[in-house]
């Protein structure tokens, strides 16, 4: 494909890469709000629940690197378009014969596996295709289109369970995933190191090792503990090989992450600025499903209709952040951003159980605007710190650390809203029994109060609100953390990010 040719179609070729994008996103959370019928219809228990979340996860996260390189040397569109057909091919198989929870756990890994070469190669296509002074706007529209992936995954998920069944989110994506292949193969180019530099394959499986294990350590942390000997183990084990993997990438005469690439500051701080907005933003989404399901007592739909503002918000600023870095620096617009993310979190602490939706409206859009004026400048800065061929490797290690971002803050801030809903929690006189699950998990408490009330027992409805009530405490007190670490985030953006 000449290059004239692939200038006229760069933004209809931004639009595929999108579609591509927001299907690897979409998979990361319908299949969450499905999770209740799966356990009705295959019998699931929590553990098995807990793995049908983490095996897409921990997959996806661990190959990234690797998946980028992989893009990088034998082609960017190859990448996406196999990524593409794992992912459909696997969804349609499970949704047609899926019969134990083993073997939806099999499928949620290899779709984590697909996406890893997906989710790379749509933002290094991107920064390809288009010329250096169109790339912030091309990669906010990109950052857009991330920003509403998770919302858009809740509300088609949500329809899909309500409409029909679990099976129908996994049904959700072989159409849109054969639009997407069609649409690739005729109007994408395969662009790839030229230099054809030969794979790292002990870097591969060191990125591997240290990737997957952090992240399963820090996803497991809650439920088994902190100080385990499974979340210790595997994560000091993690640690171990991430500094192994360094010392060996700047031996390696083909490393496959330059490390020299983490001394440009613009790279750096990106990457930092990203990892850390991102753990705001995932926490603060983990506990409003919570928050708007067992306390405001919507269902899996409605409760994402709420979410609504966040895009909306986040895709408009996303999308002109561009021309604000021009007029005011990159490390002022990214560190401004942070700040309104800080002040969102700032009011959420005020929020109670009866507060206005007009308020929490307010804070979901300054979020987005937040998300919006933070990630597409720090996302174009860490694209423009390294080469085109390693383009692949570069969009990877920005995927990498949104998903160890979010991660983080899912874990700590979820600790944080338990260790303080423990705290708070009052179990009704007469309830004793229960008192282990009920002042553990406030899912549970609403469940077993549910159950009461079913059965005529006045208590029921004294542990639904005593439970609520411990866990607005516990949501709104561990949203000063989301605040600190914004702040923080703000005043290292500021101090050292390039303007430029």
Excluded at 52 to 71: E, H, P, S, T
Excluded at 257 to 272: M, R, S
């Amino acid at each position: 494909m000449d290059p004239e040719t692939i200038h006229r179609r760069r933004w209809i070729i931004l639009g595929i890469m999108s579609l591509s994008l927001v299907i690897t996103l979409l998979n990361n959370v319908t299949v969450n709000v499905a999770l209740p019928e799966l356990s009705k219809d295959l019998g699931a228990d929590n553990t098995e629940l807990q793995w049908i979340m983490d095996a897409y996860v921990v997959v996806f996260g661990g190959l990234l690197l690797v998946m980028g390189a992989v893009g990088d040397r034998f082609g960017r569109r190859h990448a996406l378009l196999a990524g593409l057909a794992i992912v459909g091919l696997v969804s349609a198989l499970t949704a047609q014969y899926a019969s134990t929870s083993e073997q939806v756990i099999g499928a949620r890994a290899m779709m984590g596996f697909g996406a890893a070469l997906v989710m790379p190669a749509t933002l290094s296509v991107i920064v390809v295709v288009f010329p250096p002074e169109e790339r912030g706007k091309a990669v906010g529209v990109w950052v857009g289109m991330a920003g509403i992936g998770a919302p858009i995954g809740l509300l088609v998920g949500g329809w899909a369970v309500e409409s029909f069944d679990w099976r129908a989110v996994f049904w959700i994506n072989p159409p849109i995933i054969a639009l997407a292949m069609v649409l690739s193969v005729l109007l994408v180019p395969n662009s790839k190191d030229e230099r054809e530099a030969p794979m790292d394959p002990i870097g591969a499986v060191l990125s591997v090792g240290a990737l997957g294990s952090i992240l399963y350590a820090i996803i497991e942390g809650p439920s088994v503990g902190w100080t385990s000997p499974e979340v210790l183990g595997l994560g000091g084990m993690g640690l171990i090989l991430a500094f192994v993997f360094v010392r060996w990438e700047m031996r390696a005469e083909h490393p496959m992450l330059p490390i020299g690439f983490f001394e440009n500051k613009g790279f750096t701080l990106g990457l930092v600025a990203i990892s850390l907005a991102f753990f705001v933003m995932f926490s603060f989404m983990f506990t409003q499903m919570l928050h708007f399901q067992l306390v405001r007592g919507l269902s899996a739909f409605d409760a994402a209709l709420k979410f609504l503002w966040l895009p909306l918000g986040l895709m408009p600023s996303a999308a002109n952040s561009d021309r604000l870095c021009e007029k005011f620096g990159s490390n002022n617009v990214v560190s401004f951003g942070l700040v309104l993310i800080a002040t969102a979190m700032l009011i959420f602490t005020t929020v109670d159980g009866e507060t206005e939706y007009s308020i929490l409206a307010v804070i979901f859009f300054l979020i987005g605007v937040g998300m919006g004026l933070t990630m597409a400048p720090s996302t174009t800065m860490v694209m423009d710190s390294i080469p085109d061929d390693k383009a692949g490797v570069g969009s990877a290690t920005n995927d990498a650390s949104r998903e160890v971002g979010g991660a983080f803050g899912i874990a700590i801030v979820g600790s944080a809203v338990n260790e303080i809903y423990q705290r708070e929690m009052v179990v009704p006189n007469g309830l004793e029994s229960h008192s282990g699950v009920v002042s553990e998990s406030f899912p549970a408490a609403i469940r077993i109060g549910n159950e009461l009330v079913a059965q005529g027992n006045v208590l029921g409805m004294e542990l639904i609100d005593n439970a609520q009530l411990a866990f607005v405490e516990g949501m709104t007190g561990a949203a000063t953390i989301s605040a600190l670490v914004a702040i923080v985030n703000a005043v290292l953006v500021k101090l050292y990010m390039p303007k430029r």
